[in-house]
């Protein structure tokens, strides 16, 4: 009886240890992060999800998420048993659970960012155990999920940018027009203006027909030129810096920008708002100091674009003369440059 007792306990152990045994190779690890662009040092929260989609129930997982330098990992919120190690090859996240049947287990872990760059955050490895401890798999999950993190910023741009001739305040003469939502009297009509400038009420008053006497304001309007130098590493990252200082310069400000470049940052279109910022700051991240043609084209084509009124700020790292003398000849405003020492004081 004991052996028969005994040899129903083996075969159902040997049982459930085949059905273990497919439960392991059926584990899953998925993450995700709150945001895909961030700036130096800001906190980002890296979820994830440990996933037993089997019908059995797995005793054993022990999981490693793997960072690459320049990542710290925050300490553990309450109810998080990782630890945090850190070795010559980075940061890692490692931890031991185990999940019933049709389960998972969720995390958060906070990093930042310390340096520009791409970051991909996706990579864990993990062994799960069989149900009598007998057999163990390994393997690893890879996600390219990626975070970029944008350049630092440059906190003395402000300092060289000439306030009054960007807002207008010097130089009223430029970019001039009609304000429709200002208003300072009200004139005959002479058969020139539009009709929805006609006031009826006025004309109503007068017997006249009246039309509506706009003021007029300025239209700040800036466009950035980037010469981008492989040969000059330690300077482009100053100069990046002091790229995403001065397109948030613009737009508190909200003055409209354009940006051209001769490498990889491309060329973005004038504009303004988040919508157009994001773009231009995760181009900043991915940037790899990639040179594709001589800075002298950027210079033409703005000067063939035949606008002599916009603002030009040139950003390089090593400035040309002849060119910048070439682009002020064409612009009506002082041409400014930042060639990457600002930044660095």
Known sequence: MIAVFLAGLLISALVLELFSLRAVGRIQIRTEADLALCVPDEEITLRYSILNPSRFPILYVGYTFVFSDHV???PPERGQ???????????????????P????INGRIRLRLHQRGVYRVGKAYFEVGDLLGLKSRADFSFDERRIVCTADAAEDVAEHIPLGGL?????????????????????????????????????????????????HTADADVVLLIDEHPEHPAQMESCLCQLRSLCEFLEARK??????????????????????????????????????????????RVIRSGRPDRTCIVISPEPEPSLLDRLQAHSNHRLMVLDGRAADG
């Open 167 to 215: 807002l207008g305040s010097v130089s009223v003469r430029r970019f001039l027009h009609d304000d429709p939502c200002l208003i300072t009297g009200y004139r005959e009509y002479t058969g020139r203006e539009p009709m929805k400038q006609i006031s009826w009420n006025q004309t109503a008053k007068t017997g006249m027909l009246m039309v509506k006497q706009p003021d």
């Open 81 to 99: 048993s990782w630890t945090v190690n850190q070795d010559y090859g980075g940061v890692s996240v490692e931890g031991v659970c185990w999940l």
């Open 101 to 104: 049947a049709h389960s998972r």
């Open 255 to 300: 003055i409209p920008y354009e940006l051209f470049a001769n490498g990889d940052l491309g060329n973005t279109a004038r504009g303004l708002g988040r919508g157009h910022l994001f773009p231009i700051l995760r181009a900043i991240g991915l940037s790899q100091f990639t040179h594709y043609y001589d800075f002298s084209n950027v210079v033409e």
């Open 72 to 74: 710290t990992v925050l």
